[in-house]
């Protein structure tokens, strides 16, 4: 039944296989796509047309000019630094997939970066940034996102209902909307949500330059001002006097604003709250179909199994997934997109533990670093696959620990990330780690168990939705010990088959009953009304 809400558009810097670092890119498109295929919204999505994105080899073509049939679309944005007056061109490139609308921003600013938020190795070289390192102009990235996205919806004529603004990189939609000439106009009928998909940080886009946020944004003074956070103007703290907003799980929302764990934050949760904002918690989806095991072509594994079927006591299929990734590691086979480094030997009986995720402190490889060398060296026959990149020091010492002697043939580091790399890894495993310092909600925890792998987690943020003994195995407390102890009831029970496919089937049961998109996307629709109810509010008071 469609909602009677007009096009809904989405504005963000990760989008599914286009462009992606983290959870914001799965989150982007299977809410997208639930929305425009079950709720039946018009739906578009706006992000920006990076350099390693060929827009034509994923079927996009450039948008005509709207009266000009054969013209590519060509617009100016203004993006003012300080003093010096500067404009910035775009093209834009479209397709529709899925009954979603699909926008890429060209801009020569997007165009030279290769990494959605870092520099990449192909970025490197005598006079670039360091490999590993963010962009430079990030917050000019975002501010260009942002405005062209928004001139893009006025010269083709659309005026949404709502504008769902994705982290801290598009958060100032809200504020421009409300604030700018012209602009305030357009969208005086158009509500904004703001999802913090991680309020960490470091995630929030923050810059300390003022005179700089104030030029480069246009934004009044008093918008800079007031949207202050530990002396720096902060994009979550302007959204909030303008947007209704939310993060990515109950537990998180409760955590940012009513305990300390939002030291985190440097107390952006508290700080909101102070100004009258509370968070809405909504747990993020899934989409099973995505991660299915039971169609191995198109996940790129060895052998087909279903871990959510009872009947399927043995899970032959995930054991053939298993072999076949010992084997390819074993023989140091080259995998397009990881660079090897040790190995693990192919033994069907052991234990395998897996990761696949950014290597960083709010990931806990810190302590997951301090566990490892403890369990393998009291537990012989353990091994462990790990795939990832991130800071140098946490893939030193993960390039350290596989090639020691005494380890050889049990820990293998997979250096990088490719889509079909990891489900390789998923279908593998029997136990997946998730010792995260904090998380929102995590998706790695629905992968894994999909899979049937059953994840190890810390119970912080949304990572309290894996039950512990029911869906997966749970421990507290940030510590190597305590992580450990829920390593060594790994291995315990490992050696109960029964109580492991008991795990596997439930925590699959689970997610098709609470946790697919098309149950989650009714929490969106609602938060969706209240933006448009909230923008209608501004106008008629």
């Given at each position: 039944?469609?909602?009677?809400?007009?096009?809904?558009?989405?504005?963000?810097?990760?989008?599914?296989?286009?462009?992606?670092?983290?959870?914001?890119?799965?989150?982007?498109?299977?809410?997208?796509?639930?929305?425009?295929?079950?709720?039946?919204?018009?739906?578009?999505?706006?992000?920006?047309?990076?350099?390693?994105?060929?827009?034509?080899?994923?079927?996009?073509?450039?948008?005509?000019?709207?009266?000009?049939?054969?013209?590519?679309?060509?617009?100016?944005?203004?993006?003012?630094?300080?003093?010096?007056?500067?404009?910035?061109?775009?093209?834009?490139?479209?397709?529709?997939?899925?009954?979603?609308?699909?926008?890429?921003?060209?801009?020569?600013?997007?165009?030279?970066?290769?990494?959605?938020?870092?520099?990449?190795?192909?970025?490197?070289?005598?006079?670039?940034?360091?490999?590993?390192?963010?962009?430079?102009?990030?917050?000019?990235?975002?501010?260009?996102?942002?405005?062209?996205?928004?001139?893009?919806?006025?010269?083709?004529?659309?005026?949404?209902?709502?504008?769902?603004?994705?982290?801290?990189?598009?958060?100032?939609?809200?504020?421009?909307?409300?604030?700018?000439?012209?602009?305030?106009?357009?969208?005086?009928?158009?509500?904004?949500?703001?999802?913090?998909?991680?309020?960490?940080?470091?995630?929030h886009q923050e810059v300390a330059d003022l005179t700089f946020a104030q030029a480069i944004s246009g934004l009044p003074w008093r918008e800079i001002t007031a949207g202050r956070l530990a002396g720096k103007f902060d994009p979550f703290l302007s959204a909030g006097r303008h947007a209704v907003m939310n993060t990515v799980s109950e537990n998180y929302a409760r955590e940012l604003q009513a305990t300390d764990a939002d030291v985190l934050t440097d107390w952006l949760g508290?700080?909101?709250?102070?100004?009258?904002?509370?968070?809405?918690?909504?747990?993020?989806?899934?989409?099973?179909?995505?991660?299915?095991?039971?169609?191995?072509?198109?996940?790129?594994?060895?052998?087909?199994?279903?871990?959510?079927?009872?009947?399927?006591?043995?899970?032959?299929?995930?054991?053939?997934?298993?072999?076949?990734?010992?084997?390819?590691?074993?023989?140091?086979?080259?995998?397009?997109?990881?660079?090897?480094?040790?190995?693990?030997?192919?033994?069907?009986?052991?234990?395998?533990?897996?990761?696949?995720?950014?290597?960083?402190?709010?990931?806990?490889?810190?302590?997951?670093?301090?566990?490892?060398?403890?369990?393998?060296?009291?537990?012989?026959?353990?091994?462990?696959?790990i795939l990832g990149s991130g800071g140098e020091e946490y893939e030193g010492q993960l390039k350290s620990l596989a090639e020691e002697d005494i380890l050889r043939g049990r820990v293998c580091y997979l250096r990088g990330y490719n889509p079909q790399v990891a489900n390789k890894v998923y279908a593998a495993g029997d136990f997946f780690l998730i010792p995260s310092r904090y998380e929102p909600c995590g998706l790695t925890d629905y992968i894994a168990q999909l899979f049937?792998?059953?994840?190890?987690?810390?119970?912080?943020?949304?990572?309290?939705?894996?039950?512990?003994?029911?869906?997966?195995?749970?421990?507290?407390?940030?510590?190597?010990?305590?992580?450990?102890?829920?390593?060594?009831?790994?291995?315990?029970?490992?050696?109960?088959?029964?109580?492991?496919?008991?795990?596997?089937?439930?925590?699959?049961?689970?997610?098709?009953?609470?946790?697919?998109?098309?149950?989650?996307?009714?929490?969106?629709?609602?938060?969706?009304?209240?933006?448009?109810?909230?923008?209608?509010?501004?106008?008629?008071?």
């Amino acid at each position: 039944m469609r909602e009677n809400i007009a096009p809904v558009w989405m504005v963000s810097r990760e989008y599914g296989d286009l462009a992606g670092a983290g959870g914001v890119k799965d989150v982007a498109r299977q809410l997208a796509e639930s929305l425009a295929t079950q709720a039946g919204l018009p739906l578009r999505v706006a992000l920006p047309s990076y350099g390693f994105i060929n827009p034509q080899e994923y079927g996009f073509a450039l948008l005509d000019e709207p009266h000009y049939p054969g013209r590519p679309l060509e617009f100016i944005v203004d993006m003012n630094y300080g003093s010096e007056e500067r404009e910035e061109r775009c093209r834009v490139w479209w397709r529709q997939a899925d009954h979603v609308l699909l926008y890429l921003i060209e801009a020569d600013r997007f165009r030279e970066k290769h990494g959605v938020y870092t520099y990449t190795e192909r970025d490197v070289g005598p006079e670039n940034p360091v490999y590993g390192r963010g962009h430079y102009d990030y917050f000019a990235m975002n501010v260009l996102l942002q405005k062209s996205a928004l001139e893009l919806m006025i010269i083709l004529g659309e005026k949404p209902d709502v504008i769902h603004c994705h982290d801290g990189h598009t958060a100032l939609i809200p504020a421009l909307i409300h604030q700018c000439p012209g602009w305030r106009s357009y969208f005086r009928e158009t509500g904004c949500l703001v999802t913090i998909h991680n309020a960490g940080v470091g995630y929030h886009q923050e810059v300390a330059d003022l005179t700089f946020a104030q030029a480069i944004s246009g934004l009044p003074w008093r918008e800079i001002t007031a949207g202050r956070l530990a002396g720096k103007f902060d994009p979550f703290l302007s959204a909030g006097r303008h947007a209704v907003m939310n993060t990515v799980s109950e537990n998180y929302a409760r955590e940012l604003q009513a305990t300390d764990a939002d030291v985190l934050t440097d107390w952006l949760g508290h700080t909101l709250l102070q100004n009258g904002v509370r968070l809405e918690g909504v747990t993020n989806g899934i989409c099973p179909e995505l991660f299915d095991p039971g169609q191995p072509e198109r996940m790129g594994i060895a052998a087909a199994y279903s871990p959510g079927d009872e009947c399927d006591r043995e899970l032959s299929g995930k054991k053939a997934c298993k072999m076949d990734l010992l084997h390819t590691l074993a023989a140091s086979r080259a995998m397009e997109g990881v660079r090897q480094f040790g190995a693990v030997q192919a033994w069907p009986d052991a234990p395998l533990f897996t990761f696949v995720g950014r290597l960083g402190e709010q990931k806990g490889v810190d302590v997951l670093l301090a566990a490892m060398p403890n369990l393998l060296r009291r537990h012989a026959d353990t091994q462990f696959v790990i795939l990832g990149s991130g800071g140098e020091e946490y893939e030193g010492q993960l390039k350290s620990l596989a090639e020691e002697d005494i380890l050889r043939g049990r820990v293998c580091y997979l250096r990088g990330y490719n889509p079909q790399v990891a489900n390789k890894v998923y279908a593998a495993g029997d136990f997946f780690l998730i010792p995260s310092r904090y998380e929102p909600c995590g998706l790695t925890d629905y992968i894994a168990q999909l899979f049937g792998n059953i994840p190890l987690v810390r119970h912080v943020g949304g990572l309290v939705k894996v039950l512990d003994g029911e869906t997966g195995l749970a421990y507290d407390g940030n510590t190597p010990n305590n992580l450990l102890s829920c390593l060594k009831r790994a291995l315990d029970l490992y050696g109960r088959r029964d109580e492991m496919r008991r795990i596997q089937t439930r925590a699959v049961r689970l997610i098709h009953e609470q946790y697919t998109w098309d149950v989650v996307m009714g929490q969106y629709l609602r938060l969706y009304r209240q933006a448009k109810e909230r923008r209608l509010r501004h106008f008629s008071s």
